[in-house]
């Protein structure tokens, strides 16, 4: 599996932006043919659908099992509110039957590595055997966290660092980390092992982090608007992001390599993938997104899995989200 990896020093970032409530409900939009007309109801549309389906089912989750290092104190204390959170998102879909999630701050991390080597040894599908460190540089810059899967037993972990200024962001002690990570084994899941340079990389991560503001805010929209805002908070007011720039960023002519990406700035595979996300789930709801996964791990591209879930070519869909994401950038 491939690593997935977030650095959250960034996400300090304050909104600039107020966040106003809605007078009214907005108008949903219903395709990718009338999304633009209705753009103002793509996020109230895309988290009420999650929040219906977060209501509404029950978790999937399987037996886990935390590790904590001895000099350690976890940022949250909701781990298991998020990933229930999440799991209930993502009902309708295959999830970990054994899920370890293992903490550790700067002074625990050869302990954190000792423990990732033993639940992945060579079967996490990739050299995992300084991840610890990559999470965890200093005491300043202690902040990353990944998640993996063994594919010879199936297990899912997810490795979270912790820190002094980790304690003091809402985030992460509202346990946005974990929802993130957790999302991952699921798409892991969906994909049957398929390779990930078959999906664009803002889908993977852009998607975790629409993932986490959905479900750790089901119960209010005020407070997935101001997370969602957080994250995006480069973006607002910048003229960089045009329609043309969204596009290339979003459907790169290299193809769908994660190498594509490395001449961007790093977070905006985060950011603009939330925004893109956003659109997508605000017409076909969270299960459209994780649709295009499974599709996937059954042989389809991702041109053909998005087609089949948004009725539009991927060539067509991407200049209509483009065009939604860098309009609505200037409100």
């Not at 997935?4 to 907005?26: H, K, R």
């Not at 994660?258 to 985060?270: A, C, L, M, T, V």
């Amino acid at each position: 599996m491939r690593r997935f990896f977030v650095s959250f020093l960034a996400l300090t970032l304050l909104v600039s932006l107020p966040i106003s409530a809605f007078a009214a409900t907005p108008v949903q939009p219903t395709s990718l043919k009338d999304v633009q007309k209705k753009s103002q109801g793509i996020s109230y549309w895309s988290w009420k659908k999650a929040s219906e389906k977060i209501a509404q089912n029950q978790p999937k989750l399987g037996n886990i099992t935390t590790q904590i290092g001895t000099r350690t104190v976890p940022d949250t204390q909701r781990t298991s509110e998020a990933v229930n959170a999440v799991s209930r998102l993502y009902a309708n879909f295959e999830q970990p039957t054994e899920l370890v999630v293992i903490y550790a701050n700067y002074l625990d991390t050869e302990w954190g590595q000792s423990m990732i080597d033993r639940f992945c040894g060579r079967d996490c599908g990739y050299d995992t055997s300084s991840e610890a460190k990559n999470m965890c540089r200093s005491s300043q810059d202690c902040f990353g966290a990944f998640a993996a899967r063994n594919q010879r037993t199936g297990a899912a972990l997810m490795y979270q660092t912790a820190s002094d200024e980790g304690k003091r962001q809402p985030q992460r002690v509202a346990a946005t980390v974990e929802a993130h990570e957790y999302l991952h084994t699921i798409q892991d899941i969906a994909m049957k092992n398929s390779n990930y340079e078959q999906v664009p990389r803002w889908f993977v991560e852009g998607g975790a982090n629409w993932v986490q503001a959905a479900a750790v805010y089901s119960a209010s929209f005020s407070k997935y608007r101001s997370e969602r805002n957080r994250i995006a908070a480069e973006l607002f007011g910048s003229k960089m992001y045009t329609p043309k720039y969204l596009e290339d960023f979003l459907n790169p002519k290299s193809g769908f390599s994660w190498k594509s990406w490395d001449k961007y700035e790093h977070w905006r595979i985060y950011d603009i993938g939330m925004l893109a996300t956003e659109v997508m789930t605000s017409i076909g709801g969270p299960d459209s997104f994780m649709n295009v996964f499974s599709k996937i791990g059954q042989g389809k591209s991702f041109e053909e899995a998005f087609e089949s879930e948004y009725s539009m070519s991927w060539k067509q869909g991407v200049k209509v989200i483009s065009r939604v994401i860098a309009s609505n950038l200037k409100q």
